[in-house]
C-alpha cells in the first residue's frame, strides 16, 4: 500500500480507557472529569426537547446550507448570511482552513503552547510553520509578527488561549490585526469566547475592515454540546466559498443544527452558566493560592495549575490525580511541563480535586515511589482538547 509520506510525521490521536475502566483499575467510586474543557452541564433542557422533536426526520439528509442556523447566528453576530461556514465542531473548520490555505509553500504562524489542532494541520500539509512560544504564559504579540513572511497564509490566535487561559483584550486583538499583512489571513480561535465574563465589543465587527480575519466558535463548550460536533466560522464569503468547495455537502448533522438553534435563544441560560463557572474558577484559584500553589490568570472554564511545588516528579501529577479519581491534562503533553490544566467543573468536582491536590503533597515520596513501578501512561488517559 503506498500512504501519503506525510502520514509519518503525525501520531494518532489516543483516546484514554473509558471511565468505567479507570475506576475498576483504581478502585473508584467517584471521578472528576477535569481533563477535557467541557461543562459539567449537559444541553440546555429546551435542547433536549428539541432533539427529540426531531428524531423522527433522522431518514432525511440534513439541510446542507443549515439555513435556519445561519439566519440566527447572522441576526446574532451582526453578519450578513454568506459570512458564515459550519463544522463539524470547529476542528473541522481548522482542518479545512489548513486544506484550504496550507501547502510545503505556504508558511503559517501559532502560539506555543496552545490548541494542539495548530500543528497538526501544519504538518499534515508539509506547511513550514512558526510556533511562537508564549513569554511568561503570554502571548508575545510582537514575536508572533516578525515571524511572518512573506509566503505566511495563515496566523492563528486563540483567545482566551487553550491551555492557559490568558486573555487578548478586544482592542489588543484589534491593533494587532491592523499590523498583520492583509493577504494573511488571521484565524481568531474564540473557542472559549463564551467563558469572558466582561467581554468587550464583538470581534465581528472588524470583519468589514479586515476581509482577512476568520472567527471560530463551538458549542461543545459552553452550551454542552462536545458530543454532537458543531462550531461555525465567521469570515468573508471568498473564504467562505473556498471552505464550501471542500466540505462534505452534509457536514452538520441535523439534530446538531436543531441543538444549536435552540441554544442560541437561551443567551440567558448561556449568562448563568458562564457565571457559575466565573465563581467556581476563582472559588478554586483561591483554595489553591491558600494552599501555596499558584495558577495562571484565566478567563476560560479551565485554569493552568503550577505543580512544580508539589515535590513529585512533574510528569506524574496527572496520574497521581487520576489514581485519586480527578482527570487533568499534564503540562508535559501539552508544552507546558511543570503545570496541569484543570476544567472548573462542579464545586463537588473542585473539592474532589482539592483535596487530592493536598493528599499528593502530604504523601509526595509515596507517589514517586508508587510510579516508579507503574506502567500506566497518563497522558492516554487523558483526553485531548
Ligand atoms: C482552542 C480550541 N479550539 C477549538 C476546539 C475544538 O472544538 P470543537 O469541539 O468545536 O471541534 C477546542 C477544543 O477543545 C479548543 O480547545
Known amino acids: 500500500m503506498r500512504f501519503n509520506p506525510v502520514l509519518d510525521k503525525l501520531t494518532a490521536y489516543r483516546a484514554g480507557p473509558p471511565i468505567s475502566e479507570i475506576r475498576r483499575r483504581f478502585d473508584l467510586d467517584k471521578i472528576a472529569m477535569l481533563s477535557a474543557n467541557e461543562v459539567p452541564w449537559g444541553p440546555f433542557p429546551e435542547v433536549v426537547e428539541a432533539m427529540k422533536a ?18 440566527l447566528v447572522a441576526g446574532r453576530r451582526g453578519v450578513a448570511e454568506d459570512y458564515l461556514v459550519f463544522g463539524n465542531g470547529s476542528c473541522e473548520l481548522l482542518m479545512l482552513l489548513g486544506q484550504a490555505l496550507l501547502s510545503p509553500e505556504n508558511h503559517t504562524v501559532f502560539p506555543h503552547p496552545s490548541f494542539v489542532m495548530y500543528q497538526i494541520i501544519a504538518v499534515s500539509h508539509e506547511a513550514p510553520y512558526s510556533a511562537v512560544p508564549l513569554t511568561g504564559l ?22 482566551p488561549n487553550n491551555p492557559t487561559g490568558s486573555y487578548l483584550q478586544p482592542a489588543v486583538v484589534k491593533r494587532f490585526l491592523e499590523r498583520v499583512p492583509s493577504d494573511t489571513v488571521v484565524v481568531l480561535d474564540e473557542a472559549y469566547g463564551e467563558f469572558v465574563t466582561s467581554p468587550g465589543p464583538d470581534s465581528a465587527a472588524w470583519l468589514a475592515e479586515h476581509p482577512n480575519l476568520v472567527i471560530l466558535h463551538t458549542f461543545s463548550k459552553i ?45 440567558e441560560r448561556v449568562e448563568e452558566r458562564r457565571n457559575r463557572i466565573a465563581a467556581e474558577r476563582s472559588r478554586l484559584a483561591h483554595r489553591l493560592f491558600e494552599m501555596g500553589v499558584p495558577c495562571h490568570p484565566s478567563e476560560a472554564n479551565f485554569l493552568l495549575v503550577d505543580v512544580t511545588g508539589l515535590g513529585i516528579p512533574g510528569p506524574e501529577v496527572a496520574q497521581a490525580l487520576l489514581e485519586r ?21 462542579e464545586a463537588e468536582e473542585g473539592e474532589l480535586f482539592l483535596s487530592a491536590m493536598a493528599d499528593l503533597r502530604e504523601t509526595p515520596s509515596k507517589v514517586a515511589l508508587a510510579h516508579a513501578m507503574d506502567d500506566l501512561d497518563a497522558d492516554a488517559l487523558s483526553l485531548e482538547s
Not at 144 to 154: E, Y
Not at 229 to 250: E, N, T
Open 223 to 267: 452550551y454542552g454540546l462536545a458530543g454532537l460536533r458543531i462550531g461555525y466560522g465567521i469570515a468573508h464569503p471568498q473564504i467562505v466559498q473556498a471552505l464550501d468547495k471542500i466540505r462534505q455537502p452534509f457536514n452538520v448533522d441535523s439534530l446538531a443544527q436543531v441543538a444549536a438553534i435552540e441554544s442560541l435563544r437561551r443567551p
Open 54 to 71: 426531531a428524531l423522527d426526520g433522522l431518514n432525511r439528509y440534513p439541510d446542507g446550507a443549515c439555513d435556519e442556523l445561519r439566519r
Open 138 to 159: 503570554d502571548y508575545d504579540l510582537e514575536a508572533m509578527l516578525a515571524a511572518v513572511q512573506d509566503n505566511t497564509s495563515l496566523l492563528i490566535i486563540c483567545n
Open 325 to 345: 479519581g480527578v482527570l487533568t491534562r499534564s503540562g508535559y503533553a501539552m508544552g507546558c511541563p511543570g503545570w496541569i490544566r484543570v476544567t472548573i467543573g
